[in-house]
């Protein structure tokens, strides 16, 4: 049973566009998300979160919308740059301390010139 | 930042022998280490939860007996892979947090990646 779900394995997006990418999740026990950024053999870097209390939140180049209601939400990065190619996990978890995180299954995002 | 490191980033080993996987945090104690494995082109699925001085909380179908974690130190945690098989071929990391931390994020390891021959 996936709880959180990234249902575009791949997305490809020119140098300076937007690219948008997308996160459903299931359990209306998650009150707390974020997004990783993930390079091949190498362990997720943590990128922007959002509580469950707003419906945006915005650093730099990357912002986070969550639609509550709908259950989804989603990472813009724009201006997108060739740095950005990587995979992008969203993630959730519930209330409490160092709870535990239910991983996406990522999005491969290409950034091409 | 608070860095986490792994060791051995990559190990290839015959089936049958056990491989020991260990996660440092470097500058902060860590109280609670998680362990992920990944699959390729799969999702980061966790395996267990563990808490220094207790014992770890293994997920659902991660057998305890095969994925030994000790969490014996602040700063250090070991998995160590018994009797691997090619099937346990995978991609593990770890991660960590802290109590009070920044909404007690968890800061992930580079990974180890394991090929059991």
Redesign the interface.
């Known amino acids: 049973d ?1 709880q ?1 779900k990234q249902n575009s ?1 791949s997305l490809s997006v020119q140098e300076g566009r937007i690219s948008i990418l997308n996160c459903d999740y299931t359990n209306s026990m998650f009150d ?1 998300f ?1 997004w ?1 950024k993930k390079y091949p ?6 990128l922007i ?1 959002i509580s469950s209390i707003k419906d945006k939140n915005e650093d730099g180049r990357f912002t986070v919308f969550l639609n509550k209601s709908a259950k989804h939400l989603s990472l813009h990065i724009v201006p997108s740059q060739p740095g950005d190619s990587a995979v992008y ?1 969203c993630a959730a978890r519930p209330t409490g ?10 999005t491969r995002l290409q950034v091409t010139l | 930042g608070a860095v ?1 490191s ?1 060791h051995p ?1 990559r190990v290839i080993c015959k089936s049958g022998t056990s491989v020991k996987i260990e996660c440092r945090s470097l500058d902060f104690q860590a ?2 280490m ?1 362990w992920y494995r990944q699959f390729p ?6 395996m267990a ?1 563990s808490n220094e001085g207790s014992k770890a909380t293994y997920e659902q179908g991660v057998e305890k007996d095969k994925f030994l974690i000790n969490h014996a130190s602040l700063t250090l945690s070991t998995l160590t892979v018994t009797s691997a098989h090619p099937e346990d071929s995978s ?1 593990y ?1 770890c ?1 960590a ?3 009070g931390g920044p ?9 180890t ?1 394991l090929t059991v021959l």
């Open positions: 996936q959180v394995p707390y974020l990783y053999a190498e362990g997720p870097t943590f979160s996990f301390t160092a709870s535990k995180l239910t991983f996406g299954t990522g | 986490v792994q980033s109280t609670t998680f082109k799969q999702s980061l699925m966790l939860t991609f990391i991660s947090s802290w109590a909404y007690n994020e968890q800061f992930f390891g580079p990974g990646r």
